[in-house]
């Protein structure tokens, strides 16, 4: 699990308080690519939590990334930027 510690030069999104029913793997990605959504509006990026994975509840947006654009959920977790 990745921690602010372990990357000091990188900032970590931290997900596992939204998240906590979802049963993660690093091998298992789709799963959690199905429940995040990154979405670059502007010069940030918008993160939203799906908490149904496409079903009918609505996304809810959990954080916003100044100044970053076109992350995806894989860049995040080849770099350990992301705890889940």
């Given at each position: 699990?990745a921690t602010?510690?372990?990357?000091?030069?990188?900032?970590v999104?931290?997900?596992?308080?939204?998240?906590p029913a979802?049963?993660?793997?690093r091998?298992?990605a789709?799963?959690l690519?199905a429940?995040?959504?990154f979405?670059?509006?502007g010069?940030?990026?918008?993160?939203?939590v799906d908490p149904?994975?496409g079903g009918?509840?609505?996304?809810?947006?959990?954080?916003?990334l100044?100044?970053?654009t076109g992350l995806?959920?894989?860049q995040l977790?080849?770099?350990?930027d992301?705890a889940?």
């Open positions: 699990m602010q510690e372990s990357r000091p030069e990188s900032e999104l931290d997900i596992r308080d939204v998240l979802v049963p993660f793997d091998a298992e789709e799963i690519g429940s995040l959504i979405k670059t509006e010069d940030h990026t918008v993160v939203s149904d994975a009918p509840a609505v996304a809810v947006r959990i954080a916003t100044e100044g970053v995806t959920l894989q977790l080849n770099n350990i992301i889940c």
